[in-house]
């Protein structure tokens, strides 16, 4: 299965699609740009881990020993992406009156919490930012005759030492990113600090003694330290969402060139990773979705609406991770349907039989497909149909379509083998009445209705949408009752 059809991944550095090839025979490093945690994830941020870990599950499923490290930025990225702006964490902190240390912690759990629910797996590292800063302060000495100068602000590094500055993100150079504000002093428009010092007089809360004086790192120093000592440079695939393909990317790249000593792109293995992936955006119809703005969509909304974290899952993967997806909460619910469909199918098989050790040649061709799917750039919605075609097919063993569904869903993460349908039902937070008083009144409504006292099931009813409880008579699906 893993080696007759290559998988193929699109390298935003060529901007095609490049059969992967390993670094390492067999093995598959990567890297992927984790939260700034000064504030809860919004559900687009979450986009990119899901994306990140079908990316892992797709590795894994091609056979590669997958090594995955995400990072935890907790020092030193701005407000702006560029040298602009307050350390976010700090800005947080005093808000919150609270230290860094405890603010960091905060958000870190609570993203952990969302990477959980959505079931997306562990990767074999969490990096912490500031558990690397005494490596970051080597690797910046390192480079920093050749490549950097010193400002009063910091320590800059200068993109014009490198070749190819700009080229992941088909930038101008001498024009630099519109995003990037003059700093007085900066050689060229797009060169960025890779070390700020504290301003005399200020005491910050996250600062340390470098040969720059005390401060703090730059937010792009920290990817470079850390995935560099975590998987070794050149590594297979470093990912993000596609905004860091204009700035965090281009200066990682550029300080990875400086640290290898090498020159030209052309050899891709000079940028760190030899591939460069990017996840789309999920946006709102009212444009560009921001937790920097203070009204944000988090995952716990979502729960807290009555919806099942995995809807969210599901709705990732409907779209291709390349293309923009739209969020409402109608393609949520679709989402959560479609997930419904899938447990009603998989809870019948399981009834009957437990998961097969293999499966005969009739699933050969679904899982072909999909393989196939999966092996070109990670198409999950093509994936999924594969998947409901298996799950449709008729006349064929219990348990061994069991068994090919969770293999497939070892890719997809839906959790098709452990979820029960009722944890998929509609409960909003506000809804407070408990299954067994929604039972004992659908049991009266039932015996009413038998015994033709029509008056007394349509009172029943009444009484049960007072609760919010909606009683859905011949519900294709199944259900008798949902919250709403
Ligand atoms: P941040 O915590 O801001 O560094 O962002 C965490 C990750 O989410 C990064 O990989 C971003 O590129 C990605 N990201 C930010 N906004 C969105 C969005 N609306 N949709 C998808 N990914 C996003
Ligand atoms: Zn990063």
Aim: hydrophobic letters at 40%; aromatic letters at 8%; proline letters at 4%.
């Amino acid at each position: 299965m893993t080696d007759a059809i290559p998988l193929k991944l699109f390298n935003s550095l060529t901007r095609q699609l490049e059969p992967f090839q390993p670094v390492h025979p067999g093995e598959a490093r990567v890297y992927t740009c984790g939260p700034t945690v000064y504030n809860y994830p919004h559900i687009g941020n979450m986009r990119a881990y899901v994306f990140a870990d079908v990316l892992g599950r797709t590795l894994s499923f091609k056979g590669y020993k997958l090594t995955h490290v995400i990072n935890i930025t907790d020092v030193g990225h701005l407000t702006d992406d560029g040298d602009e702006g307050e350390d976010k964490m700090e800005k947080m902190a005093a808000a919150r009156a609270q230290s860094i240390w405890d603010t960091a912690k905060h958000y870190t759990e609570a993203y952990w919490a969302d990477i959980k629910a959505l079931n997306i797996r562990q990767p074999a590292h969490w990096s912490i930012a500031t558990d690397y800063v005494p490596a970051m302060i080597d690797f910046a000495k390192s480079i920093a005759d050749k490549h950097c100068y010193e400002l009063d602000s910091g320590l800059y590094f200068d993109v014009s030492t490198v070749a190819d500055y700009g080229r992941l993100a088909r930038a101008n150079t001498e024009e630099g990113e519109g995003r990037i504000e003059a700093v007085e002093g900066k050689r060229n428009a797009a060169d960025f600090a890779i070390w700020r010092k504290t301003p005399p007089g200020e005491k910050r809360q996250m600062e340390w003694d470098s040969p720059w004086g005390r401060g703090a790192p730059g937010w792009h120093l920290e990817c470079s330290v850390m995935s560099g000592q975590l998987l070794g440079f050149p590594f297979d695939i470093h990912t993000g969402g596609i905004d860091h393909r204009e700035i965090h990317h281009p200066n990682e790249i550029a300080q990875n060139q400086a640290f290898c000593c090498t020159n030209g792109l052309d050899v891709p293995a000079n940028s760190g990773a030899r591939v460069w992936m990017h996840n789309n955006f999920l946006v709102e119809r009212s444009g560009k979705m921001s937790k920097s703005s203070g009204e944000f969509l988090r995952l716990q909304l979502l729960i807290d609406k009555g919806y099942h974290p995995l809807a969210y899952r599901m709705m990732c993967l409907q779209a291709h991770y390349r293309s923009e997806l739209e969020f409402s909460w109608d393609g949520l619910g679709a989402a959560l349907v479609r997930l419904k469909r899938l447990l009603m199918t998989v809870g019948n098989l399981r009834a009957q039989a437990a998961p097969a050790e293999s499966w005969g040649p009739k699933f050969a061709p679904f899982l072909e497909r999909f393989d196939a799917a999966v092996s070109d750039d990670l198409n999950t919605p093509v994936a999924l149909t594969v998947l409901e075609e298996v799950a449709a097919l008729k006349k064929v063993d219990a348990g061994e379509k069991l068994a090919v569904i969770a293999a497939m869903d070892a890719v997809l993460g839906l959790g098709l083998l452990t979820l029960e349908r009722a944890d998929l039902r509609l409960r909003p937070k506000s809804a407070t009445i408990a299954d067994s008083e929604i039972a004992r009144l659908l049991d009266a409504r039932k015996e009413a209705r038998a015994n033709k006292d029509f008056a007394a099931s349509d009172a029943l009813r009444d009484e049960l949408a007072a609760q919010g409880v909606e009683v859905m008579d011949g519900d294709a699906l199944g259900w008798e009752w949902r919250l709403s």
